[in-house]
């Protein structure tokens, strides 16, 4: 679910669980820091627990649908996680990687040793800097984090 703020920017919220997805949960998920008021790793496990992130939103949560459920994920072509979210027409996914913080592009799939940009490295070096640096790139290191259990595929 989106919610357009009149500012103009845009705040997505889980319909299922009420996460309100943001970069610096993706970046460290065990601290709670954010919009939300558990870290991501805790609102994880409190969801497996007792169906909510939190007991104050168990009136709130509903179960996922059908469609919701199925998980979509694809593989980062960088680190090799289940970290991008799929669609039908891979032309359309932009999603950053919060692994290794690769930006997903099937041109740059396509031709892996030439940088495309927005990456500033080509693929088949962003593979050898993973091995290293544990991110795309020595600079994108900031940004990446572990996978979590559920993005070991």
Known sequence: MEI???DGFCIDIC??????????????PDRSRGPNSVSL???KENY???GAIEERL?????PPTKEEFADKRIKCPCCGYLTIV????????????????WQ????????????????????????????????SSKLGSINAREPMDDEIG
């Not at 669980?17 to 460290?28: K, L, V």
């Not at 592009?105 to 290293?132: G, H």
Request: proline share 5%; charged share 30%; aromatic share 10%.
């Open 86 to 101: 799929d669609k039908e027409d891979k032309n359309l996914i932009q999603d950053v990687c919060p692994v290794c913080f």
């Open 41 to 43: 790793n805790q609102a």
């Open 104 to 135: 997903y592009n099937t041109e740059a799939i396509n031709n892996p040793d030439k940088i495309i940009e927005p990456n500033v490295v080509s693929l088949n070096e962003a593979k050898k800097n993973y091995k290293e640096y544990k991110a």
């Open 15 to 28: 319909p299922v669980c009420f996460w309100q997805f943001d970069n610096i949960s993706n970046s460290d």
């Open 58 to 62: 168990l009136d709130c949560v509903r």
């Open 4 to 6: 357009n703020a009149n």
């Open 48 to 50: 497996k627990k007792m």
